[in-house]
């Protein structure tokens, strides 16, 4: 398959994960740099995939770079982000034995790997279940796992050491993250447990590129077939005054 064909389909693909999309991106920008249909096909991933704040952010670089040379090196910049991030998370978290998390981010898997606590606390993760798949992939690094209904939180929040999260997108003043995010900041509170955030520095919006994000909303049947009023997305607005420190390698 040619670039432009994949650029194509990655506009509307909806099972990647954000990193996958950005790294393909810029594959294709270095190999087709010069062609005249690149920036159009581009500027079409960031409309259709808005609700990826790392997508943007790389298309948008993508867009302004005036060189293959700089794609490359953007390139190196994106890989080292994610690292860096993670760096910083393992260097204050070193201490904790006991972590609770939310869904799977993989800044938090690379955290976890790192830090390696006594116990990770996590729920299902409904609908995907993705809180059982990091369940099972922490598992298979020898690493114990409490695993438990969504809503179950507060019931184990008094033996967790801290709270540990990743983002889909971080604003001025909020980060984007899964349902039940808000609910951890807020618990973190009521216990008094210090809240962490680690997102390396491609997910923050700045600038006209803050009005581009979007939080899709899912097909309604996933929640119930009723015909009442439904509401289903799989992401919520957290604001960052709940959080004690975010990571972003900086």
């Given at each position: 398959m040619d670039c432009k064909e994949i650029l194509k389909k990655l506009a509307i693909d909806h099972t990647s994960s954000s990193t996958t999309i950005a790294l393909k991106m810029i594959d294709c920008a270095v190999d087709m740099f010069g062609d005249d249909t690149l920036v159009l096909l581009v500027e079409k991933i960031a409309k259709r995939q808005k609700s990826m704040?790392?997508?943007?952010?790389?298309?948008?670089?993508?867009?302004?770079?005036?060189?293959?040379e700089g794609l490359v090196k953007l390139k190196n910049e994106f890989a080292k982000a994610e690292e860096e991030a993670v760096g910083q998370a393992f260097e204050h978290l070193k201490r904790y034995n006991f972590i609770a998390t939310i869904s799977y981010s993989k800044s938090v898997y690379e955290t976890i790997l790192k830090v390696r606590p006594k116990k990770v606390f996590v729920s299902v993760g409904h609908p995907a279940r993705e809180g059982e798949l990091l369940a099972e992939n922490l598992l298979g690094e020898k690493i114990d796992v409490l695993l438990?209904?969504?809503?179950?939180?507060?019931?184990?929040?008094?033996?967790?050491?801290?709270?540990?999260?990743?983002?889909?997108?971080?604003?001025?003043d909020v980060f984007v993250n899964k349902?039940?995010?808000?609910?951890?900041?807020?618990?973190?509170?009521?216990?008094?447990?210090?809240?962490?955030?680690?997102?390396?520095?491609?997910?923050?919006?700045?600038?006209?590129?803050?009005?581009?994000?979007?939080?899709?909303?899912?097909?309604?049947?996933?929640?119930?077939?009723?015909?009442?009023?439904?509401l289903n997305q799989y992401f919520e607005y957290v604001p960052l005054r709940f959080v004690d420190r975010l990571f972003d390698g900086g």
């Open positions: 704040a790392v997508v943007v952010n790389v298309a948008d670089r993508i867009i302004s770079s005036n060189s293959k438990f209904e969504d809503a179950a939180y507060g019931v184990v929040a008094d033996e967790v050491d801290c709270f540990l999260v990743g983002a889909d997108a971080v604003l001025d349902i039940g995010s808000l609910y951890l900041a807020l618990l973190a509170r009521e216990f008094k447990k210090p809240f962490f955030v680690v997102a390396n520095r491609f997910k923050r919006l700045e600038g006209p590129l803050k009005k581009l994000y979007e939080i899709r909303h899912m097909d309604k049947d996933e929640i119930s077939r009723l015909r009442c009023d439904r």
